[in-house]
């Protein structure tokens, strides 16, 4: 089974943090892809990522950035943390042009 | 201001009736769909998926129907459960690998 694994389900953090959420697959998945959801708003793509060290900013980038040093691992980074932040976040992989796999998700609040 | 979450679209049937949800897309150029459930703390599993040279695919209880003339996907679920209950989205690709996500429809499943 794909398993895509993100590193805290729960984070709380105050207004001005950098905040690093962190997501592993283990299925050497091409696409890695960060979401938030929103009540309401459905999933918005934040980033994703084709290949290592490549990315193409998804329809809600602003305050956001994103790491891919390894094909397993992709990083989403919040520069310096605000309350609007205040989200449910959501990795996903896949391999090209198939479904994409997702984690349980990461409810960051931010405070 | 603040940005107010938008209602989401519900649907509500008798456990053993058939389910339809619908998703209307604006895309012309996405050629690949997929149908995922997303149940409460979870992330969204994949049900389904069509590519644009099909209109119409069936798994285990469900059948997506694809209209490319009036853009509009349909998930049908035969012999709905209370297990069906959840959120289901509708997500496209245009051959890019960027996976846009609608805003989501909540089915629920009165015994």
């Known amino acids: 089974d794909v398993k895509v694994t993100q590193s805290s389900r729960y984070l709380v953090k105050r207004t001005g943090e950098k905040v690093f959420l962190e997501c592993v697959q283990d299925?050497?998945?091409?696409?890695m892809f960060w979401y938030r959801q929103d009540p309401g708003l459905g999933l918005r793509l934040i980033y994703f990522?084709?290949?290592?060290?490549?990315?193409e900013k998804g329809d809600i980038p602003e305050g956001y950035s994103v790491s891919r040093e390894k094909k397993e691992r992709f990083s989403l980074i919040l520069e310096s943390a605000s309350t609007n932040q205040t989200s449910m976040y959501l990795c996903?992989?896949?391999?090209?042009?198939?479904?994409?796999?997702f984690g349980q998700g990461t409810r960051l609040t931010v405070v | 201001g603040e940005s107010v979450g938008l209602h989401l679209p519900t649907l509500s049937v008798q456990e053993g009736d058939n389910s339809i949800i619908n998703c209307a897309y604006s895309n012309s150029a996405s050629d690949y769909f997929i149908w995922y459930k997303q149940e409460s703390g979870k992330g969204p599993q994949f049900i389904i998926d069509?590519?644009?040279?099909?209109d119409k695919r069936q798994g285990q209880r469900v059948t997506v129907l694809l209209n490319k003339t009036v853009k509009h996907l349909s998930l049908q679920i035969a012999a709905t459960q209370p297990g069906d209950s959840a959120v289901y989205f509708c997500?496209?690709?245009?051959?890019?690998?960027?996976?846009?996500f609608g805003k989501g429809t909540k089915l629920t499943v009165n015994p």
């Open positions: 996903a992989s896949s391999l090209v042009n198939t479904e994409a796999f």
């Open positions: 990522s084709y290949d290592v060290k490549m990315k």
């Open positions: 299925m050497d998945h091409e696409n």
């Open positions: 069509i590519r644009s040279n099909m």
């Open positions: 997500a496209e690709k245009d051959g890019s690998e960027k996976l846009v």
